[in-house]
């Protein structure tokens, strides 16, 4: 249930054409982003904003989720949800979300914070034997790996609601209204359940014609979703808005995952992933190119979604840019702050 993973590429790894498509934005993921409209010229630096979340984010992290008794379980919760090489990607699309809409960012780091536990959770059940069985994650070992399949199952277990209670405990009401948080709480359940990460889980394990659709959406742009939605109901976004978010949200995490597939495949001199997890990508189903036209229309989608929000000026900027980020990985997240 990955939204972001672990990738130091050259931008020039995965080109996908950009000769189908007419933007009003033109927007360069680079550490220093220049964007264009059809009346001025912005520059956004992607990398220092994203970087500047990540130290806050970590540090609050961190403070969530100490160390006490039983001992073993919050070693084990901590191993997650501090692990070295995060990208922290759906909480700092819950910030950017919120302060599009006028939010203040302290509002929302608590909910930014709990879609980091409950996305560490995800990764911790993702990654067990039963599961996709695998024993390493971020180039590191997965959590089972190194507590067990016992105490990872119980680290998981625990994330889950420790997201939902660091919302209500540490949201500040003067910031956010109180129908907001119930909000955010409800979006999140949704997106983990049986409806959501479960269901794609669920569907990835048993197969089935046609299913690839079905489990990148709900395994992958599941977490991009919610986290663009929590932000916008933080910062007071309308209903329309939210569902221009949702669809925005789902296309970013897909389109995250494919271009790691497709990453992947070119690293590995266009071999698939082999056996194991053969028709659960794109790249295995169809191939690189198609994988690759994918990408490119993912990336349409979730900048069109983005177009009733120019209303909103600079604000918008962070937003364009994770979609270019994601598809092109211009840069080399520094997560070591």
Same mark, same amino acid.
């Given at each position: 249930?990955?939204?972001?993973?672990?990738?130091?590429?050259?931008?020039?790894?995965?080109?996908?054409?950009?000769?189908?498509m007419?933007?009003?934005?033109?927007?360069?993921?680079?550490?220093?982003s220049?964007?264009?409209?059809?009346?001025e010229?912005?520059? &956004?630096?992607?990398?220092?904003?994203?970087?500047?979340?990540?130290?806050?984010?970590?540090?609050?992290?961190?403070?969530?989720?100490?160390?006490? *008794?039983?001992?073993?379980? *919050?070693?084990? /919760?901590? *191993?997650?949800?501090?692990a070295?090489?995060?990208?922290?990607?759906?909480?700092?699309?819950?910030?950017?979300?919120?302060?599009?809409?006028?939010?203040?960012?302290?509002?929302?780091?608590?909910?930014?914070?709990?879609?980091? /536990?409950?996305?560490?959770?995800?990764?911790?059940?993702?990654?067990?034997?039963? /599961?996709?069985?695998?024993?390493?994650?971020?180039?590191?070992?997965?959590?089972?790996?190194?507590?067990?399949?016992?105490?990872?199952?119980?680290?998981?277990?625990?994330?889950?609601?420790?997201?939902?209670?660091?919302?209500?405990?540490?949201?500040?009401?003067?910031?956010?209204?109180?129908?907001?948080?119930?909000?955010?709480?409800?979006?999140?359940?949704?997106s983990?359940?049986?409806?959501?990460?479960a269901?794609?889980? &669920?569907?990835?394990?048993?197969?089935?014609?046609?299913?690839?659709?079905?489990?990148?959406?709900?395994?992958?742009?599941?977490?991009?979703?919610?986290?663009?939605?929590?932000?916008?109901?933080?910062?007071?976004?309308?209903?329309?808005? =939210?569902q221009?978010?949702?669809?925005?949200?789902?296309?970013?995490?897909?389109?995250?995952?494919?271009?790691?597939?497709?990453?992947?495949?070119?690293?590995?001199?266009?071999?698939?992933?082999?056996?194991?997890?053969?028709?659960?990508?794109?790249?295995?189903?169809?191939?690189?190119?198609?994988?690759?036209?994918?990408?490119?229309?993912?990336?349409?989608?979730?900048?069109?979604?983005?177009?009733?929000?120019?209303? *909103?000026?600079d604000?918008?900027?962070?937003?364009y840019?994770?979609?270019?980020?994601?598809?092109d990985?211009? &840069?080399? =997240?520094?997560?070591?702050?």
């Amino acid at each position: 249930m990955v939204f972001s993973m672990v990738m130091s590429c050259s931008p020039n790894l995965c080109s996908l054409p950009r000769s189908r498509m007419v933007l009003q934005k033109t927007i360069r993921c680079s550490s220093s982003s220049s964007v264009s409209t059809a009346s001025e010229s912005v520059k &956004f630096d992607l990398k220092t904003y994203w970087t500047t979340l990540i130290r806050d984010i970590n540090q609050k992290l961190d403070e969530a989720v100490p160390v006490k *008794y039983p001992n073993q379980i *919050y070693e084990a /919760m901590r *191993y997650s949800v501090l692990a070295k090489g995060a990208k922290r990607s759906p909480p700092i699309m819950c910030v950017a979300a919120c302060e599009l809409f006028g939010g203040d960012r302290l509002g929302a780091y608590p909910t930014a914070c709990a879609l980091e /536990m409950v996305h560490a959770a995800s990764l911790i059940h993702d990654d067990l034997p039963c /599961m996709d069985d695998d024993p390493t994650r971020r180039g590191m070992p997965a959590n089972h790996t190194v507590f067990g399949v016992d105490m990872a199952i119980l680290a998981g277990d625990a994330l889950f609601p420790l997201g939902f209670q660091h919302i209500v405990s540490h949201t500040p009401t003067d910031l956010v209204p109180e129908d907001r948080v119930l909000q955010v709480i409800t979006e999140i359940a949704r997106s983990v359940g049986s409806t959501g990460m479960a269901a794609g889980q &669920f569907l990835d394990l048993e197969g089935g014609p046609n299913a690839i659709d079905f489990v990148q959406e709900k395994k992958y742009g599941e977490m991009g979703e919610c986290s663009a939605v929590c932000g916008g109901i933080l910062g007071g976004a309308s209903d329309e808005e =939210i569902q221009h978010l949702r669809k925005y949200g789902r296309a970013v995490g897909v389109l995250y995952r494919v271009v790691d597939d497709i990453l992947q495949a070119k690293e590995n001199d266009d071999k698939t992933e082999g056996k194991k997890n053969k028709g659960k990508s794109y790249v295995s189903v169809y191939g690189v190119e198609k994988a690759m036209e994918v990408a490119e229309d993912l990336r349409t989608q979730a900048k069109r979604e983005l177009d009733g929000f120019e209303k *909103y000026g600079d604000k918008v900027m962070p937003l364009y840019s994770f979609v270019d980020y994601a598809a092109d990985r211009g &840069f080399t =997240i520094d997560t070591q702050v």
